[in-house]
């Protein structure tokens, strides 16, 4: 799970620059609502549940997400953070390489960085003797 900067467009129309949690384990592209005007909103029947199995008020997708490419959001009511970029995110991006200033990646035919928005912090797991 990383946190980076990210700038993403909709319809051309509205730009936000903020901070995504990027995560592995999210099934979904998610935004949280009212981050987003309504008009860009359209009705979807997906399902999303939390990792304890708590199932997440899904009403509305997004589209036409533009992260460098497209992307569609589901739009959830109850997340702690503004963005997740889960899985179909990571699959669009791979193969990626994690370094220190951030997630690079090539599509396209033109590299794209994701900074971080903090510097990573070094952790010692395990250490043998």
């Known amino acids: 799970k990383w946190h980076v900067n990210v700038t993403i467009a909709i319809h051309d129309s509205l730009k936000l620059q903020t901070i995504a949690l990027i995560d592995s384990d999210a099934q ?17 029947k997906q399902r999303l549940s939390t990792a304890n199995a708590e199932n997440l008020i899904v009403k509305f997708k997004i589209s036409d997400v533009h992260i460098c490419f497209k992307q569609t959001f589901i739009l959830v009511k109850d997340l702690d953070i ?14 990626f390489k994690v370094k220190n200033e951030g997630i690079t990646t090539k ?14 912090i070094t952790k010692e797991i395990n250490l043998l003797k």
Not at 107 to 120: E, G, W
């Open 28 to 44: 979904m592209d998610c935004i949280k609502k009212g981050l987003i005007p309504t008009k860009f909103f359209e009705k979807t």
């Open 82 to 95: 503004g963005i997740i970029l889960g899985q179909p995110f990571l699959e669009v991006i791979k193969p």
């Open 107 to 120: 599509i396209f035919q033109r590299k794209i960085l994701f900074a971080f928005n903090q510097n990573p």
